[in-house]
């Protein structure tokens, strides 16, 4: 049964979408089947693998509403062993939509247990924001990263999503756990930026990832290729980092993820 990990921050600008395209990537280049789900309304993770958000039909909505099987929306990209469930801007809506719905935190659950056998990971881009659909990721997601990026306000949420995850644990997903705090946009020619890294692990450890993704002009001009770094510049820092990353989820995967719990 494949892992699925959600990858959220309710503040934005601080390389979520870019995580999600990149780690994605990087686990099919690794040979791991794996599928990105883009539950962002803005479609950005869509758009970054080529796909026109616009062209797109069927989302994760009408998967969450029984509308359509999960597996008949999946769209092939240019990796062999990455697939992509896309986004659109009807999603904006879903969340009034479903305020009704029984059991409305869960209606993501069936469509990714549909898939789980199909996958080895599966990885949800969530919007920046703590709304019903970042909720059902969390609820139907075995862990989660946390990207945050290396300046100090990009700090000020990270509590308050921590604690919305042990809401989430407490009441809705006990198994969820944080795969880990991602430190993004490093320059390490910035005292603050060093800075920091040295707070987030001084406080929260073995949380973190080993691998920082450094800020580098490759990560940010891939996606209006719609293409991932790894695709657009392999050579580059950004792609190299991501692979590394990809790489230390798979050393990681017989390991149990620390929780919120056992942090600090």
Do not use: W
Not at 19 to 28: D, E, P, R, V
Not at 49 to 71: A, F, H, K, N, W
């Amino acid at each position: 049964m494949g892992r699925t990990i959600a990858v959220a921050n309710q503040k934005g600008g601080v390389g979520k979408t870019t995580t999600a395209i990149n780690l994605a990537a990087s686990l099919a280049v690794l040979e791991q089947r794996t599928l990105l789900i883009d539950i962002d309304p803005q479609a950005n993770a869509t758009s970054g693998l080529g796909i026109d958000p616009r062209q797109v039909t069927s989302s994760i909505y009408e998967c969450m509403i029984d509308v359509v099987e999960p597996s008949s929306i999946v769209q092939k990209t240019a990796i062999q062993c990455l697939g992509l469930i896309p986004s659109h801007i009807n999603l904006v809506g879903a969340e009034v939509e479903m305020i009704n719905f029984e059991s409305r935190e869960e209606k993501m659950r069936r469509p990714l247990a549909l898939l789980s056998e199909d996958y080895d990971y599966i990885i949800i881009d969530c919007a920046p924001s703590l709304g019903l659909i970042t909720i059902n990721a969390l609820t139907a997601a075995d862990s989660l990263i946390i990207p945050v990026q290396c300046e100090y306000f990009a700090l000020e949420g990270l509590g308050k999503l921590l604690n919305t995850t042990k809401i989430i644990q407490s009441r809705l997903n006990p198994e969820l756990e944080i795969e880990g705090i991602l430190l993004t946009m490093y320059d390490s020619r910035l005292r603050l930026a060093n800075q920091i890294v040295e707070e987030v692990k001084k406080h929260f450890q073995k949380m973190i990832f080993e691998t920082i993704i450094p800020r580098n002009t490759r990560l940010g001009e891939a996606p209006s290729f719609g293409k991932p770094a790894i695709l657009y510049d392999g050579e580059s820092k950004g792609a190299i980092s991501y692979l590394n990353l990809a790489q230390e989820i798979i050393n990681k995967r017989a390991v149990q993820p620390v929780t919120t719990s056992s942090a600090v």
